[in-house]
C-alpha cells in the first residue's frame, strides 16, 4: 500500500462534522484529544486509528464519546480519499472535484463502520475499495446523458470487456451471437445492452455536420439534415387505402359524400337534392362513415396487400 501524504486541503469538511475536540469527550472516550485530525502524519494517523478503531468498538453508539473517536477516524483517514480522488480527476470538469471527494468520503465512512480491528488487517486494505467503489458509481450514475436501468449500464460494461476479449481470441469484431454465446445471454439482450450503450454519450443538435469525404464541415449543423415525420404522409397512406373502398359503393352513396365532403353541402339541402328527408341523409351518412372506417383498419389479405403495394 502506497504511503499517503497528508491532505491540507478542506474539501471533505462539509462532508462530515468536525469531531469534538473538547477535552470533555476524549477525556471520557480515555483516548488523546486531537486538535487537527486532518494534519496527522500518515504514520502517526495509521496507529492512532488502531487505538481509536478499538475503543470505537466499546463505546455504545449514539453517544457523544462515540461520535467523537469516530469523526476522529474519518478526518484522519482523509487522506485516503484524496489519494483516490487523483485517479478520477480527468473524468469530469473541475467543478466535479468537490462531489467527487464528498462521494469518496461516503466510501471512507462505510469502511469505519464496518472494520474490524480484531483481524489485524490494515485499514487503507479495507478503505481504498469502499472508496474507489463509491466513486466508480457516481460516475455510473450520473454520466450517462441518457438516463438507462442501472442493469443496462451494468451490462455496457460487460459487453465491452466482452468484445476486448472475443476481439483478441477471434482477430475479428464479435457477432451479437458471439457476444450472447460468451456471456450467456439471449441475443435479444445483447442487442438491448448495445442499444442502450448509445446513451452514454449525445452530440449536440448544434454541432457542424460534415459530408465531404476529408470530414470538413459544410456549413450545416446536424439539426439541418436531421429528417423529421412528414405530417403529410399518413394522409396519402389513407387516401390509397380509402380508393378502392369508394368504388365498391354506389353511385348514390359517392354521390352523397362528394356533395358532403366535397361540395360542402347540409344535410338538408342534399336530401332535397336526392328527394330524401334529412334524417334519412344523417342514417345514410352514418352508416357509410362507419362501414368505410371499419374497413380501412381491417388488415388486407397478403394477395391485397401484394396488389396494392404494386399498384
Wanted: overall charge negative; cysteine-free; proline content about 6%.
Amino acid at each position: 500500500m502506497p504511503a499517503f501524504a497528508p491532505s491540507s486541503t478542506s474539501e471533505t469538511a462539509s462532508v462530515v462534522p468536525r469531531p469534538r475536540r473538547g477535552s470533555n469527550a476524549a477525556r471520557i472516550a480515555d483516548l488523546p484529544r486531537i486538535e487537527e485530525p486532518r494534519e496527522v502524519a500518515p504514520a502517526d494517523a495509521r496507529e492512532l486509528s488502531r487505538v481509536f478503531f478499538r475503543r470505537l468498538r466499546e463505546l455504545p453508539q449514539g453517544t457523544p464519546e462515540h461520535q467523537y473517536v469516530r469523526n476522529a477516524l474519518i478526518e484522519m483517514n482523509s487522506s485516503l480519499v484524496q489519494y483516490a480522488v487523483r485517479r478520477f480527476r480527468g473524468r469530469g470538469d473541475g467543478g466535479d472535484i468537490e462531489d467527487i471527494v464528498q462521494v469518496g468520503t461516503i466510501g471512507l465512512i462505510k469502511a469505519i463502520d464496518r472494520f474490524e480491528p480484531a483481524r489485524e488487517n490494515e485499514f487503507a486494505t479495507l478503505a481504498m475499495p469502499y472508496i474507489t467503489g463509491e466513486i466508480k458509481r457516481h460516475f455510473r450514475d450520473t454520466s450517462w446523458a441518457v438516463r438507462v436501468p442501472r442493469r443496462l449500464q451494468e451490462l455496457r460494461l460487460d459487453i465491452a470487456k466482452a468484445k476486448e476479449q472475443l476481439t483478441t481470441t477471434l482477430d475479428r469484431s464479435p457477432t451479437v451471437a458471439d457476444l450472447a454465446g460468451h456471456l450467456g445471454l439471449a441475443e435479444e439482450d445483447v442487442i438491448e445492452g448495445l442499444v442502450a450503450a448509445n446513451g452514454h454519450t449525445t452530440g449536440s443538435l448544434d454541432a457542424p455536420h460534415a459530408e465531404r469525404a476529408d470530414g470538413s464541415a459544410d456549413g450545416h449543423t446536424l439539426a439541418d439534415v436531421m429528417g423529421e415525420e412528414e405530417p403529410a404522409l399518413e394522409r396519402v397512406e389513407d387516401i390509397q387505402t380509402l380508393a378502392p373502398l369508394l368504388e365498391q359503393l354506389s353511385e348514390r352513396e359517392r354521390r352523397m359524400l362528394r356533395m358532403r365532403f366535397g361540395e360542402e353541402l347540409t344535410q338538408a339541402q342534399i336530401g332535397a337534392a336526392l328527394g330524401i328527408s334529412q334524417m334519412q341523409v344523417s342514417r345514410l351518412l352514418t352508416r357509410i362513415l362507419a362501414h368505410l372506417r371499419a374497413s380501412m383498419l381491417e388488415d388486407p389479405d397478403p394477395e391485397e396487400r401484394t396488389a396494392r403495394h404494386h399498384a
